[in-house]
Nanobody
Framework: QVQLVESGGGLVQPGGSLRLSCAAS????????VGWYRQAPGKERELVAT???????NYADSVKGRFTISRGNAQNTVHLQMNSLEVEDTAVYYC?????????????????WGQGTQVTVSS
């Protein structure tokens, strides 16, 4: 199993910045990609950014140029640097880990989620 713990959320004014962190523990060798997702009230959960084990990144159009996903110096940590925050960025932000592992001769995939951290952008 993999455990994910997010931190760094909070209240910030429009135009401000926040840095979210996701710390993974457990069977971390199974992780092949980590992503940040968000869910605003009354809306579906949506992709924000992902990073693979090879360092490839992907961003939602709405955050390109403002958010940066990266691997931290601490092992098994992924950060989301959020700059130029907008009111529309207000949501609960979740960390997600995609894992692959062999079960006998079968390659299996499983997804783990963190508990989420609230980001509120308001003046």
């Amino acid at each position: 199993q993999v455990q994910l713990v997010e931190s760094g959320g909070g209240l910030v004014q429009p135009g401000g910045s926040l840095r979210l962190s996701c710390a993974a523990s457990g069977s971390t060798s199974r992780i092949n990609a980590v992503g940040w997702y968000r869910q605003a009230p009354g809306k579906e959960r949506e992709l924000v950014a992902t990073i693979t084990n090879t360092g490839s990144t992907n961003y939602a159009d709405s955050v390109k140029g403002r958010f940066t996903i990266s691997r931290g110096n601490a092992q098994n940590t992924v950060h989301l640097q959020m700059n130029s925050l907008e009111v529309e960025d207000t949501a609960v932000y979740y960390c997600r880990a995609n894992t692959l592992y062999w079960s006998g001769s079968t390659l299996r995939a499983y997804v783990y989620w963190g508990q989420g951290t609230q980001v509120t952008v308001s003046s």
